[in-house]
């Protein structure tokens, strides 16, 4: 019962998040434009792959404005510290990294990570549709990584 409330919360958040944020007025009856709409946003959401290093410097604002994007778009699945442990992940049958490991994320550049969020990743959705500007994904990359930060590695596995 908790893993269906969950669910459909998520859903919901997702519709929502996925809504314009400000209300079109309806259209009259009009000519149609002379030039068409442009058909994508451009490339440059997506860093080119020599990118892997992050072009920001976080400032306490940035920050703050990475959690709380964080917490409307990622906590549902990934947990509000970012262990991976939700019951909605494990609802969709999903393992998540636990990114309060050290060891979570030492292999993956910023560029990688920044890629992830606008694209997805197997049952994880886009943020392709530009509702966060480039900077303000670069700062949650910075925001996610943060969330290791202070703990201790993970003890080495013993040989036998």
């Known amino acids: 019962m908790l893993k269906s409330f969950l669910l459909t919360i998520a859903i919901v958040a997702f519709v929502l998040s996925a809504a314009p944020s400000h209300a079109r007025p ?84 910023d560029g990688d990570l920044f890629s992830i969020i606008r694209n997805g990743k197997d049952k994880m959705p886009a943020e392709g549709s530009g509702r966060a500007k480039d900077d303000e994904v670069w700062n949650l990359v910075i925001y996610i990584r943060n969330f290791s930060k202070g703990q201790p590695n993970a003890p080495a596995a013993a040989s036998n």
Do not use: F
């Open 26 to 109: 309806a259209q009259q009856d009009s000519p149609a434009p002379a030039v068409p709409p442009a058909a994508a946003p451009p490339a440059a959401q997506t860093p080119p792959a020599a990118v892997q290093h992050n072009p920001v410097k976080p400032t306490a604002a940035s920050q703050t404005r990475a959690k709380t994007i964080y917490q409307m778009d990622c906590a549902v699945c990934h947990g509000d510290n970012g262990n991976g442990q939700t019951d909605l992940a494990k609802g969709m049958g999903v393992t998540l990294a636990n990114w309060t490991d050290p060891k979570s994320l030492e292999n993956i550049p």
